[in-house]
């Protein structure tokens, strides 16, 4: 059986071009201080793409991903989509971790604690 790509699929390529050029509020925030390596010079990448699903974060060497929330997050069908679209990440290994946007702008340095606090 051929060994299928998962990371950064061509046909999402130009999709997630766009959503790097619009970033919400909080992820430019965030990107702030998780690009470059300054945090513990782990390398993040912005809506990086895992087979279909496209996450806001994304740390490989600590197979790690980071999703902000915003409003509509809190509508029952979001929130169904969201555990699915998790446990289908957490079986193929990796960690997801979420924070509410709101917390980025009046929490950062708990939610880079806690970023911190998932690393191997």
């Given at each position: 059986?051929?060994?299928?790509?998962?990371?950064?699929?061509?046909?999402?390529?130009?999709y997630?071009?766009a959503?790097?050029?619009?970033?919400?509020p909080?992820?430019?925030?965030?990107?702030?201080?998780?690009k470059?390596?300054?945090?513990?010079?782990?390398?993040?990448?912005?809506?990086?793409?895992?087979n279909?699903?496209?996450?806001?974060?994304?740390c490989?060497?600590?197979?790690l991903?980071?999703?902000?929330?915003?409003d509509?997050?809190?509508?029952p069908?979001?929130?169904?989509?969201?555990?699915?679209r998790?446990?289908y990440?957490?079986?193929?290994?990796?960690r997801?971790?979420?924070?509410?946007?709101?917390?980025v702008?009046?929490f950062l340095p708990?939610?880079l604690?806690?970023?911190?606090?998932?690393f191997k």
């Amino acid at each position: 059986m051929p060994n299928k790509k998962i990371h950064s699929k061509k046909e999402l390529q130009d999709y997630r071009r766009a959503l790097r050029k619009n970033l919400t509020p909080s992820e430019a925030f965030l990107w702030k201080h998780l690009k470059s390596r300054q945090l513990q010079k782990r390398r993040f990448q912005r809506q990086h793409s895992i087979n279909n699903y496209i996450v806001d974060f994304y740390c490989a060497s600590e197979k790690l991903i980071i999703e902000l929330d915003g409003d509509v997050h809190n509508n029952p069908n979001v929130q169904e989509y969201d555990e699915k679209r998790t446990q289908y990440l957490e079986n193929l290994g990796y960690r997801v971790i979420r924070f509410e946007n709101r917390m980025v702008f009046d929490f950062l340095p708990s939610v880079l604690e806690e970023i911190q606090s998932n690393f191997k």
